[in-house]
């Protein structure tokens, strides 16, 4: 599926009728189609392209919206998991600190 890169909702059908477009009304002309229904055509063919695209701009807009989620959970992971390894270094130096010291952390009874 190709990527979208504007809301399909916001576009305007062109008028098919002028003189720009003779060129894509010219095949659809014949000796029952006149100039209007040939434009009228391809109105309903550009009508139903756009409906298309839009359920697809629908679905693109979805799918963004799950991989932007999914990047923030495994962002706040990260975060989760970068914290605790902070907790646990911290832990650990405090303990080692205690080793070295247990002078230090003798607690001191109260007495007089």
């Keep these: 599926m190709n990527c979208l890169l504007s809301d399909p909702q916001v576009e305007i059908c062109p008028d098919l009728t002028s003189a720009f477009y003779q060129t894509s009304r010219a095949p659809l002309v014949a000796a ?3 100039e209007d229904q040939a ?3 391809l109105q309903a063919v550009w009508t139903a392209t756009n409906a298309a695209l839009q359920v697809q701009w629908q679905a693109q807009v979805a ?3 799950v991989a932007s989620e999914d990047q923030q ?3 706040d992971q990260e975060s989760a998991q970068l914290l605790q390894a902070q907790r646990l270094e911290e ?3 405090e ?3 205690r080793k070295k010291n247990q ?3 003798i607690p001191i ?3 007089p």
């Design 91 to 93: 832990a650990a130096v």
């Design 39 to 41: 434009a009228a055509l």
């Design 109 to 111: 009874p109260k007495r």
């Design 73 to 75: 959970h495994l962002l």
């Design 95 to 97: 303990e080692e600190e």
């Design 103 to 105: 002078l230090k952390h």
């Design 63 to 65: 799918l963004d919206q």
């Design 32 to 34: 029952n189609n006149t």
